[in-house]
């Protein structure tokens, strides 16, 4: 299983995440880009990957485990 995390350090608020990927991300209300509750896994989210790319501080970590 892919587990889908956004570092809050890195993030800059770009918002690329949330633009590619709705589905599974959004933005919180400073701006910054979170994973939507029960997403953490991205099931059934096809741009996913497009969203780690699109990242302009490359914030997200796709990973095995548990999200952060």
């Avoid at 299983?1 to 919180?28: K, S």
């Avoid at 880009?33 to 969203?51: F, I, M, N, Q």
């Amino acid at each position: 299983m892919v587990r889908i995390a956004i570092d809050p350090d890195l993030c800059m608020g770009a918002g690329q995440c949330a633009l590619v990927a709705p589905e599974v991300f959004t933005q919180d209300d400073d701006g910054f880009g979170t994973v939507l509750p029960g997403r953490e896994d991205g099931e059934g989210a096809t741009l996913v990957r497009e969203a780690v790319r699109a990242c302009p501080v490359q914030a997200i970590s796709l990973g095995d485990g548990p999200a952060r």
